[in-house]
């Protein structure tokens, strides 16, 4: 089992939509947890970090779960450049950053 | 600078060589991090540095591989006697502390 698991999707929806994504996580020693978005052959860029207490940066929200060890993103009105993968990341105390394999979503007009 | 730099951005080489690949953080990011990408996966992680120590070298596959950062600040990623199965993308990170990281163009390697 891998340690950070995504549905690879594909998730494919109407421009307006809202879409949600999970990532679980089986080390609990996990400290910090992240979401980054990856376009075609472009190296990931950091779309936000995800707190206890759930965070909110215009359409998107994140949220953590650790008694249940996953993580979530919600995408509201989806726009055609939403269009990428998203990976989950999660690290431990120790600094290990550990991706997951990504969910990709493609936002169709 | 203002962002990660990796050099090359593309490298082509035979069978059996030996390659560098190299990354230069943003400055004042105290980790750094190596991965590997395949196409339809996720950064693998490779090694992890807190200044110029390893901190966590787990991810590197075998001992082929082996990466330096004896300043504290840029990296170099070396691959003895590579293999076809060592083509992928090499991304570099680097970040302050715990925080969320930053990530290089990557180097695409090939090795035919």
């Known amino acids: 089992r891998k340690e950070v698991e995504q549905d690879p999707g594909p998730f494919n929806v109407p421009e307006g939509a809202t879409v949600a994504f999970n990532c679980t996580y089986s080390n609990s020693a996990s400290q910090s947890f992240f979401w980054y978005r990856q376009d075609c052959r472009k190296e990931p860029k950091l779309l936000m970090s995800?707190?206890?207490s759930g965070n909110e940066d215009g359409r998107f929200t994140a949220q953590l779960n650790r008694a249940s060890q996953y993580i979530s993103l919600l995408i509201r009105d989806s726009k055609l450049s939403d269009s990428a993968t998203y990976l989950c990341v999660v690290n431990t105390n120790a600094g290990k950053s550990t991706f997951g394999d990504g969910t990709t979503l493609t936002v169709k007009p | 600078g203002a962002g990660v730099s990796q050099t090359p951005s593309n490298k082509v080489t035979e069978k059996g060589k030996y390659v560098e690949l190299r990354c230069d953080p943003i400055s004042g990011h105290t980790a750094l991090y190596w991965y590997r990408q395949s196409l339809g996966q996720g950064p693998e992680f490779l090694i992890y540095?807190?200044?110029?120590?390893?901190?966590?070298d787990s991810g590197l596959p075998n001992d082929r591989f082996f990466a330096v950062r004896p300043e504290g600040s840029v990296s170099t990623l070396k691959i003895q006697r590579t293999e076809r199965g060592d083509s992928a993308v090499y991304l570099c990170?680097?970040?302050?502390?715990?925080?969320?990281?930053?990530f290089g163009q990557g180097t695409r390697l090939t090795v035919v």
């Open positions: 990170a680097s970040s302050r502390g715990q925080g969320a990281a930053f």
């Open positions: 995800v707190y206890s």
């Open positions: 540095f807190q200044g110029t120590g390893a901190a966590d």
